[in-house]
């Protein structure tokens, strides 16, 4: 089934799952963030629902969410580093565009993602942030794609670069 799941059908999983938050118990939580983060778009789906809801939830990541995020390393990783490549560079457009609301926005789902990586200690995620700085500062390597794509500028990757190399350091 998870297979099957798409992007939307995870958004509307993990807001029902935000909305019952508190009636549920740890284990419950777990297995439904575990299942979700199974697949690419399950992933994608929590952390886009997860990381911008207004509730305080994700503030304060409890034990059965990053219980669950450690069950897979390799796509999590790569998601927290995007989602806080992102967060940071679009705070950087927002403010451009004194566009305050927004920016404090991003800035929240960049303090979230800092948060959660910083709570779920995964090596996998140090490696990433390592290999997307590198990108940021040279323009090439792993990650060269992902920030041409979004079109990032000078300013952007090098605040990019930093975040990252406070996450790797």
């Known amino acids: 089934m998870t297979d099957a799941i798409t992007f939307e059908q995870a958004i509307a999983l993990t807001q029902t799952l ?3 938050m508190e009636q549920l118990s ?4 777990q297995a439904a963030i575990t299942t979700l983060v199974l697949t690419q778009d399950g992933a994608r789906g929590f952390f ?13 990541p409890t034990n059965a969410v990053v219980k669950a995020l450690q069950t897979s390393p390799a796509l999590v990783a790569e998601l927290l580093v995007k989602n806080l490549a992102m967060s940071t560079a679009i705070a950087i457009a927002h ?14 789902v960049q303090r979230r993602t800092t948060a959660l990586i910083q709570r779920v200690q995964m090596p996998e995620v140090a490696e990433k942030a390592a290999q997307l ?8 390597g792993e990650y060269e794609s992902f920030l041409e794509r979004w079109g990032y500028d000078t300013e952007q990757r090098q ?3 930093q975040v990252m190399g406070e996450i790797c350091g």
């Not at 700085?133 to 090439?140: D, F, R, V």
């Open 159 to 161: 605040r990019i670069a």
């Open 26 to 29: 740890e284990p419950e939580i």
């Open 18 to 20: 935000l909305t019952q």
């Open 48 to 60: 886009v629902t997860y990381l911008t809801d207004d509730r305080p939830l994700a503030d304060q």
């Open 95 to 108: 403010r451009r565009n004194s566009n305050e609301v927004m920016a404090r926005g991003s800035d929240r």
């Open 133 to 140: 700085q590198a990108s940021a500062e040279t323009g090439g």
